[in-house]
């Protein structure tokens, strides 16, 4: 099973995008989820996490302008992203937290510009 980002886009700083990542099964219901990205030349990140009673987390460079939120009846996973930063340019993946191999899939790539 692999878990496929989508939403991702070229926008403008301050702009805004909305990522999903639906699931096949339960794989949200069960789990926490999470939203990782990587930007070139650097390792992949946890940016968002959200756990099976809904409770969340950010990284401290997203705090403030992205919301993780889940959508169980519909076994989806949602980044809403504001006030984006050139810095914020990466590919997102979606994934269980913590995370497994067998889900990773190619992400969505979202790129700033300023």
């Known amino acids: 099973v692999q878990l496929q980002a989508c939403g991702g886009g070229l926008v403008q700083a301050g702009g805004s995008l909305r990522l999903s990542c639906a699931a096949s099964?339960?794989?949200?219901?069960?789990?926490?989820a999470g939203w990782y990205r990587q930007a070139p030349g650097k390792q992949r990140e946890l940016v968002a996490r959200i756990s099976s009673g809904g409770m969340t987390n950010y990284a401290g460079s997203v705090k403030g302008r992205f919301t993780i939120s889940r959508d169980k009846a519909k076994n989806t996973v949602y980044l809403q992203m504001n006030s984006l930063k050139p810095e914020d340019t990466a590919v997102y993946y979606c994934n269980i937290f913590p995370t497994r191999d067998a889900y990773w899939g190619q992400g969505t790539q979202v790129t700033v510009s300023s």
């Open positions: 099964g339960s794989i949200f219901s069960n789990n926490a």
